[in-house]
């Protein structure tokens, strides 16, 4: 349906708003029959490999309830089971596992990876994460927008934080082609590189949102959506300090909350958070805080990922 069959799924860059609209519609539709205690055999007989380079809690359960919903068998495989990129080619182990899996999924550091995992396995590709893009992350925070705002288009999304990481990025694709406003409030070393905003702009012309990139914390106010995540990234942690430093004035907290001034807003973040730092306890576990729905909808949203381009 719309081209996605077979398709990989590594950025957002690669799908056209209705194709991501038709992502959505399907989760909600799946997330609808699994409420009522509904599997389905859309990957009956399909074996996924699960390649985790970096840990992970949402992205690693997702895949797997996901995949065992539908009827398919998730293969786990962490960095010390096998020998991609180091006795054995990225090229050489996609080819292996392209013959044994009809999917792959990867989450690890390196977009290159992913890439080349799609470019020589032959069969659908799954960016779980990488350095540079955070896709199926997206497609939970639309779902998620969606649930608790009615529509998507035209309202204000604010990002607060580090500007330039694999969140931000991948934010700005998604909400420039869905037509909504976003704000990226950040300081100026931690902007997003300004060829990606360049791209995401001409998303955003063609969608009718608008773009907006900020040092000034004001931004926010009638925000629709107010959202952060960690100021050290997986691999960053010797810059902890320094970030920190960095980063306080761009907390989210209840005098951040009171700039908003909207009693319909809602608080979001990718997981997993360090209270204390980008955001406050209070916040987090405010009535407006919606980051528990956004995290079973990573479930949702990949199960319509691997329905839609598998079965």
């Known amino acids: 349906m719309f081209g996605l069959k077979g398709k990989s799924f590594l950025t957002l860059?690669?799908?056209?708003?209705?194709?991501?609209?038709?992502?959505?519609?399907?989760?909600a539709d799946l997330k609808a029959k699994k409420r009522m205690g509904i599997k389905g055999k859309s990957l009956e007989g399909k074996n996924v490999a699960l390649i985790?380079?970096?840990?992970?809690?949402?992205?690693?359960?997702?895949?797997?309830?996901?995949?065992v919903d539908e009827g398919?068998?998730?293969?786990?495989?962490?960095?010390?089971?096998?020998q991609l990129g180091y006795k054995e080619s990225v090229e050489d182990t996609a080819r292996v596992l392209g013959r044994m899996f009809d999917a792959i999924e990867f989450r690890g550091f390196s977009q290159q990876v992913v890439t080349d995992l799609a470019k020589y396995s032959g069969v659908p590709v799954y960016n779980g994460l990488t350095d540079e893009y955070h896709p199926t992350q997206i497609l939970a925070d639309l779902l998620t927008m969606r649930e608790h705002l009615g529509t998507l288009k035209?309202?204000?999304?604010v990002f607060m934080g580090d500007g330039r990481n694999n969140m931000s990025n991948s934010l700005l694709i998604g909400?420039?082609?869905?037509?909504?406003?976003?704000?990226?409030?950040?300081?100026?070393?931690?902007?997003?590189?300004?060829?990606?905003?360049?791209?995401?702009?001409?998303?955003?012309?063609?969608?009718?949102s608008n773009i907006l990139v900020t040092e000034d914390?004001?931004?926010?106010?009638?925000?629709?959506?107010?959202?952060?995540?960690?100021?050290?990234?997986?691999g960053e942690e010797d810059k902890?300090?320094?970030?920190?430093?960095?980063l306080s004035p761009y907390q989210v907290n209840r005098k951040l909350i009171d700039k908003v001034n909207n009693p319909n807003m809602i608080f979001m973040h990718?997981?997993?958070?360090?209270?204390?730092?980008?955001?406050?306890?209070?916040?987090?576990?405010?009535?407006?805080?919606?980051?528990f729905d956004e995290a079973e909808n990573r479930m949702h949203t990949i199960k319509a990922v691997m329905v839609a381009t598998l079965s």
Not at 272 to 291: H, L, M, Q, R
């Open 240 to 246: 902890a300090k320094e970030r920190v430093a960095l």
């Open 154 to 157: 035209g309202k204000k999304f």
């Open 270 to 291: 990718c997981l997993p958070a360090v209270k204390g730092n980008e955001v406050t306890a209070d916040v987090f576990e405010a009535s407006y805080s919606v980051v």
């Open 13 to 27: 860059h690669d799908f056209s708003a209705e194709q991501i609209n038709y992502l959505l519609n399907l989760a």
């Open 175 to 208: 909400c420039s082609k869905m037509g909504i406003d976003i704000v990226i409030v950040a300081p100026k070393l931690l902007w997003p590189d300004p060829n990606h905003v360049a791209v995401c702009e001409s998303y955003a012309k063609e969608s009718g």
């Open 72 to 82: 398919a068998h998730p293969e786990y495989l962490g960095k010390d089971d096998i």
């Open 52 to 67: 985790f380079e970096k840990p992970s809690t949402r992205t690693r359960c997702a895949f797997t309830v996901a995949c």
């Open 217 to 234: 914390i004001n931004a926010v106010e009638g925000a629709n959506v107010i959202y952060t995540d960690v100021w050290c990234s997986m």
